[in-house]
């Protein structure tokens, strides 16, 4: 069995691609109160990028680092996980703003524990996924998006917030500036349903 251990993580990512075939690692991402949280275990990015490029880095490059609003070219990714003290459009999922920092890593290497663990699935992937958490758990997976705000408020915010997995479609930011596939879908799943998957 599987748990929540870090040195569990190496395993569990290669056991979800295994599962799923996906082409991508899973990636970890967790929000900092605290900037000196984030930099005793990773290195600060360099240059600016959209969270949702950031994400497609860390599951594309196997990058590990951390974020700051700095970092951040994208407003609205900002504000949703918490960043940045200001409005955005009613209903999008919004961290409070008391983040300073942002971590990311594959799966595989993350050195800290995920708020969320974001996959790039095809509908088949979607499908199986909540075919294994609804006998694992008895869940039926959500969708909540609104085609805005998708790698940042819909697979990182929302299960931030609501502690339950959700998927989404991506958006035009995070498709436009990443090369996420025309037939490819996001969610971010807890760590509690990464468990039920893996333990199944």
């Known amino acids: 069995m599987f748990s929540n251990k870090q040195e569990d993580y190496e395993m569990i990512s290669q056991k979800l691609q295994a599962m799923f075939e996906l082409d991508k690692s899973p990636v970890s991402v ?4 605290y900037e000196d949280e984030a930099s005793g275990i990773l290195s600060k990015r360099e240059g600016k990028e959209r969270h949702c490029g950031m994400v497609y880095e860390a599951a594309t490059k196997k990058s590990v680092f951390y974020a700051t609003y700095d970092e951040m070219s994208c407003p609205n ?3 949703a996980l918490g960043l940045l003290d200001a409005k955005l459009i009613e209903g ?12 990311y890593a594959p799966l595989e290497k993350s050195p800290f524990v ?6 790039y699935c095809n509908p088949i992937q979607i ?18 998006f609104g085609g805005i705000a998708s790698l ?3 697979v990182v915010s929302k299960p931030y917030l609501t502690n339950e997995s959700n998927v989404s479609f991506a958006c035009n930011g995070s498709r ?11 969610i971010g799943l807890t760590m509690e349903d990464v468990l039920n998957l893996v333990n199944y």
């Not at 008391?98 to 971590?103: C, E």
């Not at 436009?176 to 996001?186: K, Q």
Request: overall charge negative; aromatic content about 4%; proline content about 5%.
């Open 176 to 186: 436009g500036f990443t090369d996420i596939d025309d037939g490819e879908l996001v």
């Open 30 to 33: 967790k929000l900092y109160e």
């Open 92 to 103: 999008v999922p919004k961290v409070d703003p008391i983040m300073v920092a942002v971590g």
């Open 77 to 79: 990714g900002a504000i």
């Open 114 to 119: 995920p708020d969320s663990v974001v996959l």
């Open 152 to 154: 940042c408020a819909d």
């Open 127 to 144: 499908m199986k996924i909540s075919q294994i958490l609804r006998q694992s758990s008895g869940k039926r997976l959500k969708g909540d």
